[in-house]
């Protein structure tokens, strides 16, 4: 399907202090039209300019004050207009389109001044086309993103708005405003859209425009608290903390903030009753509750923005650490999963290797998510894999899931020029934007095979590996080896599977001793 070409705004020449006549703008506006004077659409349109020009004559506008403002209020007005009444009792949505059309044709003229630049926008619309065109979008998609983006600059020109000044809030108001955008509608240019589709297309556009440097990039105006922007800063710069975990404690202490007010003014009782409020959930995550209370308690007391006695107001949480058996499943099952697995879509042949990748090697589901191309050796059939530490790894690659890697990256991988080895199936083709989705595709996968009874969640294959690894024989440390924990108490958990071991050291029951 051939692609459509944007329309570009005409550079308008040098302003005219003096316009010609009503008549004689008229007569050009039509001339521009090219078309008979005898066809319909030359009467309609003639019929539409004429009564907007004697509006204009009875209100004493002049041309060069005409806006947004002053079409609205023509589209609205009662008409009393001798010699037009008759004509039009109610005037249209058509209509109106026409006046746009005239209005948009003084614009091009100079008659009317525009923003400074709004034509300059123009030629960037070739380029964003072709932008469009590398995400690999569906048709229908990229009509959408093409459409908007010259719907958003038609909105910008007949608001008089700066189109290199544009925020959020501007968009804002786009996605939301009563069209009457002189914008073809007819043969699909424009697609029907609302506000939601209207607000993300604009983004997109603008920010491509801010990565291409034709608008100046603005930093986001948030409402974050001077103390947390500091301590997130302290976080990355002198923790080497991960984005994942700036992420989640930000996430936590912004929850926390608004009950709790200035640090200045905190006590003991104020954080007590955040953290009850905060912590009605599992142990697991009241516990890691605590240590970003603490952490974030311990970063303010040095600052000076808090009293050092607060470091003891939050409780402990009673966890222990090691009283929960791994959730597993024996080989059977995880062989059963695997085979779930088709092959006959370019999305399932992408699942398979995940699922084998999650089965063989007990990768976590951000390993997964993090690799890249350059991380597999092809020649000595190793993947270099960077986990928790972001510490590099090699692991041999297995015969079957090096096959079936290959297999998507021949095959199946869509084209992009992303790095990553697993890309989303929907255009645009990125990488899984959080390991939930791996978790997702092990849930499709087993609800495919009609499996029940299985744990849900991805890391169910790395605690399964490590089960089974012991029940075959293998020991706490190869085990460690090969999950590559970096400490062995991480491992020691699944002592407690290793059924073998614990028939060694098991007791006999006294039998007929007295009690």
Known sequence: MPRR???????????????PSPDTLFTAFLSSLSVDEGAASAVLYGAAVRHFLHWLELRGIIVGEIDDGVARRFEKHRCRCAGYCAQEPDYKADLAARVRRFIRYLEDQGYIIVADGIDELGRHFADYSD??????LAPGVSQSYRSEAEHFAAWLR????????????????YAVHDCRCPVWRKRGKLVSSGAKRRRR?????????????????????TDTDPHMSAYLVWL????????????????????????????????AAALRRAFERRSKETPGSASLLVTIIRSFIRFLIVQGDCQPALLHAIPSVQRYRLSALPRHVDPATIEKIIAACPTDRPVEVRDKAIILLLARLGLR??????????????????????????????????QDVGDAILDYIVAARPKSV??????????????????????????????????????????????????????????LESVGTILRHSSPETTAIYAKVDLPMLMKIAQPWPGDLPC
């Open 5 to 19: 070409s944007f329309c570009s705004f005409r550079p308008a020449p040098s302003r005219v202090e003096d316009p």
């Open 131 to 136: 932008n469009i065109d590398d995400l690999q």
């Open 158 to 173: 007949i608001s008089r708005r700066r189109w290199d000044n544009v925020d959020d809030k501007i968009i804002g108001q």
């Open 201 to 221: 297309c604009a983004r997109h556009f603008v920010q491509f425009l801010r990565n291409k440097g034709a608008i100046p990039s603005i930093q986001p105006v």
């Open 236 to 267: 990355l710069q002198h923790r080497g903390a991960s984005e994942e975990t700036i992420r989640r404690y930000k996430a936590e202490i912004a929850r926390l903030m608004p009950m709790l007010g200035e640090p200045a003014q905190w006590d």
């Open 365 to 398: 589901a951000s390993d997964i998510r993090d690799l890249r191309l350059d991380d597999i050796d092809w020649r000595s059939g190793h993947l270099t894999v960077k986990g928790k530490t972001r510490r590099p790894d090699r692991l041999p690659l297995p």
């Open 418 to 475: 992303d790095q990553h080895v697993f890309l989303r199936s929907q255009a645009p083709f990125r990488s899984f934007r959080s390991p939930a989705e791996i978790a997702g595709i092990v849930a499709r996968t087993r609800e495919r095979g009609g499996i029940e009874g299985v744990p849900t969640g991805s890391h169910i294959f790395r605690h399964s590996l490590a089960t089974n690894l012991l029940r075959a024989g293998a020991g």
